[in-house]
């Protein structure tokens, strides 16, 4: 592996970890080496495909380096009189969305590959899901509009992903 762009496609065998294959028009990400399963959605063995609201969706699934920051800014609309007083009220519905910053350090290339790979496929615009940590950890909609890359040296990256919750 070495290039988001080149991907092969399943056709049996074994696989090494983070190696990234195309299976029935989904991208699966291995999670072991010498993985014999074939990729599918739900497969042990396998990460990338998950069962969301009753629908394969694509699942973000790395597990960040440190802890996320999560950041939260309610949508509130407020009215403020002379006399000192202001009326606040929420700014249409699904008005407290999340923001998370994660963080991958010292990844190798396999795994950073599988990464951006992911990332770039869903190309700014298309919703993953994702788990995040305590106390919101409850499987939730993201989109990912930037990620940074770094090449610290030969077979270590850095990664930090900034998600923003949507609601489709």
């Not at 597990?63 to 009215?79: A, D, F, G, K």
């Not at 010292?106 to 995040?132: C, K, M, Q, W």
């Not at 993201?142 to 270590?156: A, E, Q």
Request: aromatic residues 14%; contains cysteine.
């Amino acid at each position: 592996m070495g290039s988001i762009y080149e991907i092969s496609s399943w056709s049996g065998g074994t696989a090494s970890k983070n190696e990234v294959y195309l299976h029935n028009s989904n991208h699966f990400y291995s999670l072991e080496n010498s993985n014999t399963q074939t990729p599918a959605v739900g497969a042990s063995k396998w990460g990338g495909m998950t069962t969301f609201d009753n629908k394969e969706v694509p699942h973000f699934f790395w597990i960040p380096s440190y802890s996320p920051t999560i950041s939260t800014e309610p949508s509130v609309r407020t009215l403020r009189f002379g006399d000192g007083y202001e009326q606040r009220t929420p700014n249409g519905i699904n008005t407290n969305l999340l923001k998370i910053s994660l963080t991958y350090d010292n990844r190798d290339e396999a795994e950073s590959t599988a990464i951006a790979h992911f990332l770039n496929e869903r190309g700014g615009s298309e919703a993953f899901v994702y788990l995040p940590p305590s106390p919101y950890s409850s499987m939730k909609k993201f989109i990912c509009r930037k990620w940074d890359v770094t090449m610290n040296f030969d077979n270590n990256y850095s990664i930090k992903v900034d998600l923003e919750e949507v609601v489709e």
